[in-house]
């Protein structure tokens, strides 16, 4: 807090900050894992802060919720076994669940202090976690990924904390690598990779691992994110022996759920690389 009335992250790699008028802290407290805090704001709703860093608003989730999801279940033909790594605000999972294709979803979160909190603060993302197809468990992703059964999944999506502290092993090729065994033929990794222009260098290497532990389709899709740093953030999608080039757009077109950001021309236009990505990224 630098004033009374404003919560500011101050992003001193990026040379900016982002700040939000708070009227109060509701929460705060340290778990085994990291520092959690839940303030009320005058325009965004609650704000969930992990390690000082944002998380989730109430008013803008849905363009990284969405976009973390329904690009890559649009992309599968017929995704049934699907597994977020974190992802504890539940805010990705209600949106997986929105696909009746799906049979079974899984999310592996190390905290359980941040669904607690989630369930209290944000019951709107856990509308969807009594669904008897998804599953909760409270415990190391890594870990849980590294003994998943070998080829059992369609699609594995890392909702994860920036490449700090429990969340430094979920960029690697070793994490990969596990991801990749897990996952079926045609599956999906789809892992949260920061923002294009605060973050480029760490985005380059979460490609390099993907390539390094065998992915053979990369596709790195842009999004506003207002409450991360720059405003602009990123999921990169990596495909297990099939190409990433197209996706079920007649399916998106006639999707039969609501969205407040993804549809089709979303879709079709998040896939549009910006001059400067293009010549950084190219492998
Ligand atoms: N949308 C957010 C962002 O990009 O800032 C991420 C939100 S979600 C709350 C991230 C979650 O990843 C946290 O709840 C954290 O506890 C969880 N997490 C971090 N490391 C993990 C690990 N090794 N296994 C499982 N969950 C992990």
Redesign the pocket.
Known sequence: MTTQQWFDERHDYAGSSIGFRVTQRLHAEQTP??NIEIWDSTDWGKL?V?DS????TTRDNFF?HEMMSHPALFTHPRARRVVI?????CGTLREVLKHDEVESAVQ????ER?TRLAEQYFPELCESNNDPRAQLLFI???KWMAECEPESLDIVIV????PI???E??FNETFYRSCLKALRHGGILVQ?SESPLAHLPLLKDIRKAMKGAGFQAMRTLTFPQPC?PTGWWSATLARKGVDLSDFRERGAEMKQFATQYYNAEIHKAALAMPEFLKAALED
């Open positions: 894992f990291q969930m992990i860093c944002m998380m989730v990284y790594i974190g992802g504890g605000d592996v979160e190390i905290d941040v190391d992703g890594i909702d994860s904390t920036d502290g429990p969340a092993g979920l949260q991360y």
